[in-house]
């Protein structure tokens, strides 16, 4: 028997908004086929295949492999953190470097401590027919953008560029995701291509990637470790298949 939990944003229908979602835990069986070569070499890949081994069923319907690659990258996070949690446990145990003293420092996660990001429609976002979007505004540059949230299909859309060029994998998904952005309470005509967010000025993109990442739903990956000898503040993305996988790294 799976366990129930609540998604962070959820399915949209034309009547309802799913939520539950019933997970279990990982088995030696779903480690080997996300470790296969082939797997192994698509992150979004692998992770659907977890999802799709250890999902039961979303708003008590059985899935496929299309429910799991529509939900949104922080549903999708979210299901990963709780498998984590029903597989492994609460504590990360984990050691890292100081890149300034380069003291080695051993420190403990407890995920039941990790603040998840939970959306609620007329707050957070709004529907364009069954699509969820959310705004962005900053009124000091004058620009505002509308996005809807990202899934599976568009984070594969990335991957190829992610090793040689991140910041254009990241600018890729923007563009993806664009709905509308307004300059000055002008409208800029799209078409929002990856040559737009390139033209984007460089107060424009900083914020933008900043506001976009605040807005989705979901675990807050970032881990602040301070060093125990020099006291610089450190912080560690715990969305990593070596934190998520293994209880000691």
């Known amino acids: 028997m799976g366990e129930e939990f609540q998604l962070p944003l959820g399915v949209t229908t034309a009547s309802d908004v799913i ?37 039961d069923s979303i708003g008590g319907s059985p899935v496929n492999e299309r429910d799991i690659n529509n939900l949104v990258l922080g549903d999708r996070d979210y299901m990963l953190f709780e498998i984590r949690r029903l597989s492994l446990g609460n504590i990360i145990n984990a050691s890292t470097q100081c890149p300034k003293c380069e003291e080695k420092i051993e ?28 705004k962005v505004k900053n009124a000091d540059i004058k620009v505002e953008a509308i996005c809807r949230f990202p899934n599976a299909v568009d984070q594969s859309a990335m991957l190829n560029l992610m090793k040689n060029d991140p910041l254009g994998a990241n600018y890729l998904l923007y563009s993806k995701v664009m709905r509308k952005w307004s300059r000055d309470g002008q409208v800029v005509q799209g078409p ?16 933008f990637e900043k506001a976009f990442a605040d807005a989705q739903p979901g675990p807050d990956w970032a881990a602040r470790i301070p060093c125990t000898s020099c006291d610089r503040p450190m912080i560690l993305d715990l969305n990593d298949s070596d934190f998520l996988f293994k209880t000691q790294v």
């Open 107 to 134: 420190f403990q996660v407890d995920m039941g401590n990790v603040p998840i990001r939970r959306l609620e429609q007329g707050k957070h976002y709004e529907l364009e027919n069954t699509l969820p979007v959310f």
């Open 192 to 207: 929002y291509t990856q040559a737009f967010v390139d033209s984007m000025t460089v107060p424009e993109i900083e914020w």
């Open 19 to 55: 939520k539950s979602v019933v997970l279990r835990p990982m088995t030696a069986g779903t480690r080997r086929k996300m470790l296969n070569r082939d797997t192994a070499r698509n992150a979004s890949k692998s992770l659907t295949s977890i999802l799709m081994d250890c999902c």
